[in-house]
C-alpha cells in the first residue's frame, strides 16, 4: 500500500479538526448549561470559552454572551471558530477522498449542511443546545462511518493519530481555562464553595464523562477524585492517559521514525510526573501548558518524519526505499 | 399519432432535428420507452423527478468550478436534464468505428510528425502548418511511446446537423475532461427515473474506470506498474473529475509537489519513503508540465519528468506533444489523413473548415463572415468563438481586423443547425440544442464509450453548451435492438 506524504498530512489533520470542532461543541453546549445554573455574581464568564480554542481577539470582546458565541461559532475570520475548523475538516478531506470509503463525502456534506443550517440558532442562546447537539452527532456520524468503513492500515492510522492527539490536546486545553476556577479558593466556585461540585460536573460532562466516573469510581463528585480520573483513568477514552497510550500505540505501527516516538514518550513522562492533584491553579495550569508543549513536538516529528517527505531513493531505482528518518 | 401527451403536451421542435421525436410528432423508435414515459407524467410530476435528481447531486457533491471574480473558485452543483437523450445502437457501432478510426489516424499522425514526416513529405500537411502550431514540440521528436500511441485518451466532440448527419466538430488530445459527469448522470439517472431501465436495454457505461486502468497499465513494460492520476490541484475546475477518476480505479491522485525526479526516473513522496512511478494520467497542460521544458515558473508540474519520459522511465497519457493534433487547422486535414495513413474513407465526416492561413479561405471568410462560425485554432472551451449570424456589424469588423492580423490563429466553419431534444426548462418541455462528447481509449487497444456526455444548451436559442456558459448536461442512452 502507498500513502502519500500529503494524504497522511490531510487525513491527520482531518482527524484533528473534527475532534477540535466535537470537543468544542461540547464544552459550548456545558459552558451554556453551567451558566444558566450560575448566580450572577460567580466570576466565571462566557470570555473564559474563547481562550480553549485559542481565539485572536479576546480582549476584544468583553463578557458578551451573544458576541462571544458569534465570534466563538460563526465567525469564518476567525480560524479557530467551530464554522472555520469544520471548513478546514471539510479541505482536508475533499484533497482525500480517494483513500476514504465511498459515501464519506456524502457525510462531510450533511455536516457541512449542518453548520450552515444551525449556526445563527446555535449563536442565540435557545437554539445552541440543539444546534451544538447536531453538530456533535454529525462529527460522530463521520467518525462512526470511518470507524466501520476504513481498512485498519497506515490510512487510518493517520486519521486515528489525529483525532487522538487533537482529543488530548483539548482536555488540557479545558484544564488550563478551568484551573483557577476549578482549584482557586475563596469564592462560590472554589474549594469550599456553594457551586464547587456543579463546576466539577461540568467539566466531566465536557468530555461525557459524568456516567463513566460515578460508575468507575463509585464516588461523589470529589475534586481529587475527578482530577485523578481525567489524568489518569487507563480506560475512558477521553482521559489524558487513554490518550497518551492511544498515540502510542499508533505511533508504533507508522512506519519507523525515532523522533516520533521520543515526542510519544515525553508526553506520556510529563503525564506520569502529574500529581493526581495539583494544589493549585498554576500548578494544574503548568501542568496543561507541558502537556500542550509536548504535543506540539510531537506534531512537528510528524511533520518531519511523515509529512514532508524526503528525496531518498535507490541509485538502482525500482523498489520502495524507507526513507529512514 | 403524435405523442405529446401529459408533460410533453405542445412539445414542437420546429424546423430542427430533434433527437427523440420525428418530425412527424411520433418517438424515433430507440426513444420509444422514453417519450412514453415522459408523456405518462405530468409537468409536475416531471419536476418532481427533476427536483429529485438535483437534491441527489447535491447531496453526492458531484460538482463543477467556476473561477469566481475575486479570483478564486466556486464549486457549483453540476447541471443535470432529467430527460434522456437517446442512440440505437445500430447508429452508435457506426460511431464507434468511425471514433476508432479517427483516433488510430491522429496517433499515426502525431507518431509521424516526430519521426520521418511522411505526410508533410508527400504534401498532405503543409510543413508549416505544424512548425507554427503551438502545441509542436520539437523536444518530443524521436519519442517511441508503447504500441506507437501518443493520444491514449480522446473526448470528441459531435454535433449533428438539421438533415440529422452526424458530424466530428473537434478531436480534444489534451487533457478532454468530462467523463466523470457522463458516469455520474447515469448513477443519478438511474435513482431518479429507475423504471425506465425495466423495459429496454441500455448498455452500461460503468466499465470506463476499468478500460481507462487497462490502457494505462498497457502504457508500462512493468508486470505490475504503479499508475498515479496527476492533477493540478484542488483549484483547478475539473478537480472534481480528477478526484473522481482516481478514486474509480484505485490509484493514487497526486499533485506536481508530490513527485520528484532523481537518476531520470519519477517518485513519489510517500510516508514509507520515495516510490517509483511507471504510469502517470496528467491532468496537467503539456505547458505546465515541466518546468525544465516549458513554462519555467510552472509550480503544478514536476522539474525532469519529460527527461524520465524521454529515457523510457515513465509513460505519460497523454504523452506530452499530443497537442498538436488537437489544432483545428490541423482538424480539417483529418480526412486527408485517414485516407493517407489507412487507406480507408473516413466513417464520420468533418464539418467543412476554412483555413484563414490559406488566402482563398481567408477572402472567403472575411466576405462571408456574417454566416460563418469564426473560431481561434489553438483553444478550448467556447473562448473567443465569434457566431457570425447572432453578432453586430461592429463584432464581424473587429473579427475582419484580428482575422487579417494573424490569419494563421483563426478557422471559420459554416453555422450548424445543431439538434434539438426535450429539455425541462421553466417554460416547460422544450427543445434545446445539444452535441455529444464521446471518449476514445487507445493502448494496447481501443475502447470507445458505449455513448458519452451530451451538453445541452439550457437558455432557449443558445447553441453554447459549455457548463460555464449555462449549458446543462444529460445521461446518453445507447438503446440494443431498435432501429
Same mark, same amino acid.
Given at each position: ?325 | ?400 481586423? &484580428?482575422?487579417? *492580423?494573424?490569419?494563421? +490563429?483563426? !478557422? /471559420?466553419?459554416?453555422?450548424? %443547425? =445543431?439538434? $434539438? ?25 481501443? &475502447?470507445?464509450? *458505449?455513448?458519452?456526455? +451530451?451538453? !445541452? /444548451?439550457?437558455?432557449?436559442? %443558445? =447553441?453554447? $453548451? ?18
Amino acid at each position: 500500500m502507498t500513502l502519500l506524504c500529503r494524504t497522511a498530512a490531510n487525513l491527520y489533520w482531518a482527524g484533528r479538526h473534527l475532534e477540535r470542532a466535537e470537543a468544542l461543541a461540547r464544552v459550548v453546549r456545558e459552558h451554556t448549561a453551567l451558566m444558566v445554573d450560575l448566580p450572577t455574581r460567580v466570576p466565571l464568564g462566557w470570555d473564559a470559552l474563547l481562550a480553549i480554542p485559542g481565539t485572536p481577539g479576546v480582549t476584544t470582546i468583553g463578557n458578551d454572551e451573544r458576541a462571544v458565541m458569534q465570534r466563538l461559532l460563526a465567525d469564518l475570520t476567525n480560524p479557530s471558530s467551530l464554522a472555520a475548523t469544520l471548513g478546514h475538516a471539510r479541505e482536508n478531506l475533499r484533497t482525500t477522498r480517494p483513500v476514504l470509503p465511498r459515501g464519506t463525502w456524502r457525510i462531510v456534506n450533511e455536516l457541512t449542511g449542518a453548520v450552515r443550517d444551525g449556526i445563527d440558532s446555535g449563536v442565540r442562546r435557545s437554539g445552541r443546545d440543539a444546534f451544538c447537539e447536531r453538530i456533535i452527532a454529525s462529527c460522530q456520524r463521520l467518525d462512526g462511518f470511518l470507524a466501520g468503513g476504513m481498512s485498519r492500515d497506515e490510512t487510518w492510522n493517520f486519521y486515528r493519530l489525529g483525532v487522538a492527539v487533537e482529543r488530548t490536546d483539548m482536555v488540557t486545553r479545558v484544564l488550563d481555562v478551568r484551573a483557577g476556577a476549578l482549584v482557586g479558593g475563596g469564592d462560590d466556585l472554589g474549594r469550599d464553595g456553594l457551586y464547587r461540585d456543579a463546576q466539577w460536573m461540568s467539566l466531566l460532562r465536557s468530555l461525557d464523562a459524568l456516567q463513566m466516573y460515578r460508575r468507575t469510581t463509585g464516588a461523589m463528585i470529589e475534586p481529587r477524585r475527578v482530577l485523578r480520573f481525567v489524568l489518569h483513568d487507563g480506560r475512558f477514552p477521553r482521559s489524558l492517559r487513554f490518550g497518551l497510550d492511544r498515540i502510542d500505540r499508533l505511533t508504533a505501527d507508522l512506519p519507523p521514525a525515532p523522533p516520533v516516538r521520543a515526542a510519544t514518550d515525553g508526553a506520556r513522562a510529563t503525564l506520569e510526573a502529574a500529581t493526581t492533584e495539583p494544589e493549585t491553579a498554576e500548578a494544574l495550569s503548568a501542568f496543561a501548558d507541558r502537556l500542550q508543549t509536548d504535543l506540539i513536538v510531537l506534531d512537528g516529528a510528524l511533520d518531519t518524519a511523515y509529512f514532508t517527505g524526503a528525496e531518498v531513493v535507490d541509485p538502482e531505482g525500482g523498489d520502495l526505499v524507507d526513507s529512514g528518518p | 399519432m403524435p405523442d405529446r401527451r401529459g408533460a410533453l403536451e405542445g412539445y414542437d421542435a420546429g424546423a430542427f432535428h430533434d433527437e427523440l421525436v420525428a418530425p412527424d410528432g411520433t418517438a424515433r423508435p430507440p426513444a420509444r420507452a422514453v417519450i412514453d414515459a415522459i408523456g405518462a407524467l405530468t409537468l409536475d410530476e416531471l419536476r418532481a423527478r427533476q427536483r429529485a435528481a438535483e437534491a441527489d447531486i447535491a447531496a453526492s457533491g458531484i460538482t463543477f468550478s467556476l473561477s469566481g471574480e475575486d479570483g478564486g473558485n466556486i464549486d457549483r452543483a453540476w447541471p443535470f436534464d432529467v430527460i434522456p437523450r437517446v442512440f440505437g445502437s445500430e447508429e452508435w457501432q457506426v460511431v464507434e468505428a468511425g471514433l476508432a478510426q479517427r483516433l488510430t489516424t491522429l496517433n499515426r499522425f502525431i507518431h509521424d510528425l516526430h519521426h520521418e514526416r511522411s505526410a508533410v513529405r508527400d504534401g498532405v500537411v503543409p510543413a508549416e502548418l505544424v512548425d507554427t502550431s503551438p502545441g509542436w514540440l520539437p523536444a518530443c521528436r524521436g519519442m517511441e511511446p508503447a504500441h506507437g500511441v501518443w493520444a491514449h485518451i480522446c473526448g470528441s466532440d459531435l454535433v449533428r446537423d438539421a438533415d440529422g448527419t452526424l458530424y466530428v466538430l473537434e478531436d480534444n488530445l489534451r487533457v478532454p475532461s468530462g467523463v466523470s459527469y457522463m458516469l455520474e448522470n447515469r448513477i443519478v439517472t438511474k435513482r431518479v427515473f429507475a423504471e425506465l431501465f425495466e423495459r429496454q436495454s441500455i448498455r452500461p457505461v460503468d466499465d470506463y474506470p476499468d478500460a481507462l486502468l487497462a490502457t494505462l497499465r498497457s502504457l508500462s513494460g512493468s508486470d505490475d506498474p504503479f499508475v498515479v492520476v496527476l492533477t493540478p490541484g484542488v483549484y483547478n475546475a475539473a478537480y472534481f473529475e480528477h478526484s473522481f477518476l482516481a478514486m474509480q480505479i484505485g490509484v493514487e491522485l497526486v499533485e506536481g509537489r508530490d513527485l520528484f525526479v532523481r537518476n531520470d526516473r519519477l517518485y513519489l513522496r510517500t510516508v514509507s519513503g520515495s516510490r517509483q512511478v511507471d504510469v502517470v494520467y496528467r491532468r496537467v497542460g503539456d505547458d505546465y508540465l515541466d518546468p525544465e521544458v516549458f513554462v519555467p515558473d510552472s509550480a503544478l508540474g514536476v522539474p525532469g519528468i519529460v527527461r524520465a519520459w524521454r529515457a523510457g522511465n515513465v509513460a505519460i497519457a497523454n504523452a506530452p506533444g499530443t497537442g498538436v493534433a488537437d489544432d483545428k487547422a490541423v482538424y480539417s486535414y483529418v480526412p486527408d489523413l485517414v485516407r493517407y495513413y489507412l487507406g480507408e474513407e473516413p466513417i464520420l465526416r468533418n464539418v467543412p473548415t476554412w483555413r484563414c492561413d490559406r488566402p482563398d479561405d481567408l477572402a472567403h471568410v472575411l466576405d462571408n463572415i456574417a454566416d460563418l462560425v469564426v473560431k481561434p485554432a489553438n483553444e478550448a472551451g467556447g473562448k473567443d468563438l465569434l457566431i457570425g449570424p447572432h453578432a453586430t456589424a461592429a463584432e464581424h469588423e473587429d473579427y475582419r481586423r &484580428r482575422l487579417r *492580423a494573424s490569419p494563421r +490563429t483563426w !478557422v /471559420a466553419q459554416p453555422m450548424l %443547425s =445543431l439538434s $434539438v431534444a426535450p429539455t425541462l426548462t421553466p417554460e416547460g418541455v422544450e427543445p434545446r440544442h445539444l452535441d455529444l462528447r464521446p471518449f476514445t481509449l487507445q493502448g494496447a487497444t481501443t &475502447r470507445v464509450t *458505449a455513448g458519452g456526455l +451530451t451538453r !445541452v /444548451a439550457l437558455r432557449r436559442g %443558445s =447553441l453554447i $453548451v459549455n457548463s460555464s456558459q449555462g449549458g446543462g448536461s444529460k445521461d446518453t442512452w445507447i438503446v440494443e435492438g431498435t432501429a
